[in-house]
């Protein structure tokens, strides 16, 4: 493109355009084949230098650059209004001919309908960019063109509701598509609607625009089988499902299918948004009794997903006790899970008085049996361990009698090695621990003779000291070197005293023990290394 061609459109400069009108044509093309019609639909918003250039060349009102944008997509996008309505105005003097009464011309049809190379229309780019006043113009021309969706399946009524979380004009935007289009497609990616952007934004007051204009939109899933409210439940938006509640409380009920048979209320359970179960029970108080593929009640799930505040406030209503002994497709109740889950607190459930602390799963195995059987447990699983003895539970005697028979079938094989029962897998666990126990030991008791900086070799008062011995960092380094040594020989001592044991659940409680002194020492050994490297005072 010439140069001073391009920096007279670009400045809007029309006596220099005049000076050189011979070379406004469609062979003067910017890289990206823009025409001067483009450029001045980029840099200037004055709508003279648009009309002067069509007056001059009307031809350029048809030429698309590379990304198959008209001069109005250019436009719009670069948020220059009045040049867009005078592209919108030569279009229909070229149609002026053709027009028959209240219908609309070729020329401003194909204007309105083009679609770049990504399938947005003018009226995309309008909604993206926010200007409800080119929405308002194009929509009152072509009502129509609010049903054409972009290669991502976007419709504009859909584009218009998702964008609105960034400004609040956006739903300007939706208004006037709804008020100038008697029937909007609300289409999105993946088979979503509008309504699902209105969930998932909790846009209040649009869900019930949307649903005046499509009362069955509300029903509505997506290709993975989710409603609106559920989006609502996944992202906490109270408001909207409160609203959607209202509008039609059966969708409480709706299941996803393609996610283990889920409600909203197990969605919301999932993630802890207590507010919104507390919408969907106030109007569906029954919606609680319903329960996963696999059999899991809301109870089920807030232990197991660890979400303390929907534990807490389950366990406050009146119906809770029909859920503690509910059991899954496993045979497994909430107290079950309970004692499964390493860190989780609800002690509510134990001290529960319906609660039955003895009731066994598909395989045979009560709460206790749960824990014991693992080879490891947490502290908080020893206590609760501790809670359900104290409150009469115990482990099934069909387990317990397997155990026995299992124990004198080893005893019987080999009598003179009775020492071969208790090599059991918590043996090889116990070799591993002292294993690293004695490497930590080893490292952590090098590591504090050799200590970073050195030591003081100079005459004077604190000759012989460590160097570094009144910096801070250097005494987190002690702390964690002692820290690592200590621990670990815990571990060593306690792993000797337990050569001696051959009661397998008071073996397993020894490991878990040492493995937390393990734990610790490791936790302490980054410390102790990244403070061993350090020699650089500077750094210290």
Known sequence: MDPSLYKAVQEGNLNAMREKRELISATQLTPNKNTLLHVAAQFNNSGECASAILKINGSLFHEVNSDQETVLHVATRNRKGNVGEVIMEFAKGLDRDQLEAGGIGEELKWLLTSKNIHGDTALHEAIRKNRPSMVNSMIKEDPEIANIANNAMETPLFLAVASARVDENLSTCMDYIMKYCPSPAYSGPEGRTALHAVALYNKKGISKKLLEKHPTIIKEVDDFGWSALHYAALHGSNEVAEELLEADRSIAYTVVENDNNKTALHIATCEGNVNIMKEILAYCPDCWEKVTRDGRNILHLSVKLKKQQAFKFIMKKSWAGNLINQKDAEGNTPLHVYAATPN??????????????????????????????SYFYSLRQYDVMKELIQRGANLDTWNVAI?????????????EDGDEVVKTDTRRVADTHMLMATLITTVAFAAGFTVPGGYDGKDGPNEGLAVLSRKAAFKAFIISDTLAMICSACAICLHFDGVLITDKSKLRQLCTVAAMFI???????PQLCYFTLLQDKKYI
Not at 354 to 360: G, Y
Not at 403 to 415: D, G, I, V, W, Y
Not at 519 to 525: D, I
Request: proline share 6%; hydrophobic share 40%; net charge negative.
């Open 519 to 525: 734990s610790l020492a490791t936790e302490a050994m």
């Open 403 to 415: 155990r026995e028979n299992s124990l004198m079938q080893k005893m019987e094989a080999r009598p």
């Open 344 to 373: 989780f607190h609800g002690c509510d459930l134990v001290n529960h008085p319906l609660a039955e602390k003895n009731a066994v799963n598909n395989k045979n195995m009560t709460p206790l049996d749960v824990i014991t059987s």
